[in-house]
């Protein structure tokens, strides 16, 4: 039975892999299906409540979504208030970064790119817009070829940009039968395993659960505390780039690296001095050591149980595989194939070659 028990585990491992190189060979097709998916896994707790207060389900989802709507639209209105009145402001200011930038620009440099004098980088730019305006015109006609060959040559392209506009489609019905999708998974497994995948299938979703939603939640509060933070040290595009780094936090470690890049050029080119570039390294150092020891202990816990070390390599085995779409699903992955890996384990130290017997 305990062989039994270790097979089948190894089928599904086997099948996992399956599905994860069917998403890498067809990825064009199946991406915005997958994505519908995750956010049906997003929203399913959401719905769940109100099918239990008596609200039919497609009810229940039309009321989801209007208010991820309101919320969603409330939080770019006032994002884009927010870039719009910083954006303003660098604008004003661009002249004086441009003038700076040049400054610590060293000579030979200047020399190599032709650009020794401020006559020189005008001269330069004037040639570049005039050649963008020669070349606007080809750049136009050799993209409408390319569309109109795409369009022509493979009814793919069609059903990839056809994909991404219905994904609201799909998360729409992937959410109405979630309950009947599990029900019949679950039908297929015989029935002296069921009890076994029952509990291995619970303990996947807790995990991903914690990640995908505590890793979301993370995100956003990063954003907040990395914007409050390079505003009030002075950094123009506060905003612009606490976000973007909160947003890229989805790859861990990815938004903290291209925020302290970003922020620390922006001080430089502002303030001219050591003093505000190492501010925001600091602030950037002490934000993340917060979300280490305190904000992901707490909202995303230990489900995961994943060591460092581990993220790091994962993320860099995916990138390396699949690129920026690898990272974004190393850790959940490794997460799902540490759970499977535990009760490999578990069945080999029950099997009778581990005992001798």
Known sequence: MKNKDSYLLVVAGLAAVCAVLSLYYLGSVLLPLFIAFILAFLCDPLVAPLKRRGVSRPLAIAV?????????????????????????????????????????????????????????????????????????????????????????????????????????????????????????????????????????????????????????????????????????????????????AGIAFIIPYLGTVLGIVLSMIMAALKFQDLLHPLLCLGWFAIVQGVEGAVITPRIVGEKVGLHPLVVIVALLIGGQLFGIFGMLLAVPVTAVLNVFSRYLLDAYRNSAYFKGV
Do not use: W
Not at 82 to 106: D, K, M, Q
Not at 169 to 195: N, Q, T
């Open 64 to 244: 989801v979504f209007l208010l991820i709507f309101i919320l969603v639209g409330g939080a770019a209105a006032l994002f884009v208030s927010s870039i719009t009145e910083e954006f303003r402001s660098v604008r004003i200011n661009l002249p004086a970064y441009a003038g700076r930038l040049y400054e610590i620009i060293p000579l030979r440099l200047k020399e190599y790119l032709d650009i020794e004098t401020p006559d020189k980088v005008y001269r330069h730019i004037d040639q570049g817009l005039a050649q963008m305006r020669g070349a606007s015109l080809e750049i136009a006609r050799e993209s409408f070829a390319f569309v109109k060959k795409a369009f022509a040559s493979t009814l793919a392209f069609v059903l990839t940009v056809l994909g991404y506009f219905i994904i609201p489609i799909y998360l729409y019905y992937f959410l109405k039968d979630l309950p009947k999708l599990r029900g019949s998974v679950l039908d297929l497994v015989p029935a002296r395993y069921r009890e076994r995948v029952t509990v291995a299938a619970g303990e996947i979703h807790e995990v991903l659960s914690a990640f995908v939603r505590g890793q979301l939640a993370v995100c956003a509060i990063l954003a907040v505390l990395y914007s409050a933070g390079l505003y009030l040290i002075g950094i123009d595009l506060a905003v612009v780039i606490g976000t973007l």
